[in-house]
């Protein structure tokens, strides 16, 4: 089983600061990875997909990157509706495994 | 714009089965590979199988022996059986759809909180 690593376990930052969330494979998943948001009380929502590219109707200041082992989410000047808790999921191989999440907060 | 909908009982004994049904609209049961992921209380996302209308499926390993998954292209719902559960089973149950096995989850339902409890 691929066994998917978030950190930080908590990130606090301020309204239009910057956010950067890692996420990291103990098997090489290629850019089979993608990222969701979820906010309390709801369905977690695709956010990236393939790595880097945005699904329908994110905002720009979301970007990723990276392939292989290693990801990253950057959330560039922070909006009041992007404190959430953001899960990175593989989908390379079975079975799907997901990190423990990433729970953005105010500061 | 599909929309799925999670319905079962909220409490289930330990040792009983679980039965979730998820109702799928704005799309054909056929259209889409059908998953079932879960959040247990505190913790991240588990995914626990995917079933496609043709029978096709993939299973949890850690789960797999109580796990029945199964379509109904009649009614377009699909439904998740876990049996023999435990308190750790205690989780809030998402269904989901992709566009194909080992694709990201494009549409999920809005969970249902399943508590096992005598």
């Known amino acids: 089983e691929i066994v998917m690593t978030q950190s930080p376990a908590t990130l606090s930052v301020s309204p239009g600061e910057t956010a950067t969330l890692s996420c990291r494979a103990s098997?090489?998943?290629?850019?089979?990875l993608a990222w969701y948001q979820q906010k309390p009380g709801q369905a977690p929502r695709l956010f990236i997909f393939a790595a880097s590219s945005r699904a329908n109707g994110v905002p720009a200041r979301f970007s990723a990157s990276g392939s292989g082992t290693e990801f990253t989410l950057t959330i560039s000047s922070l909006q009041s509706e992007d404190f959430a808790v953001y899960h990175c999921q593989q989908h390379d191989n079975w079975p799907l495994t997901f990190g423990q999440g990433t729970k953005v907060e105010i500061k | 714009q599909v929309q799925l909908q999670e319905s079962g009982p909220g409490l289930v004994k330990p040792s009983e089965t679980l039965s979730l049904s998820c109702s799928v609209s704005g799309g054909s049961i056929t259209a889409y590979y059908w998953s079932w992921i879960r959040r247990p209380p505190g913790k991240g996302l588990e995914w626990i199988g995917s079933v496609y209308f043709s029978g096709s499926s993939n299973h949890n390993p850690a789960l797999k022996s109580r796990i029945t998954m199964m379509t109904d292209t009649s009614a377009n719902h699909f439904s998740l059986r876990l049996n023999s559960v435990t308190a750790a089973d205690t989780a809030v149950y998402f269904c989901a759809a992709s566009g194909y096995f080992k694709k990201p989850f494009d549409y999920w339902g809005q969970g249902i909180l399943v508590a096992v409890s005598s």
């Open positions: 098997q090489n998943v290629g850019r089979n």
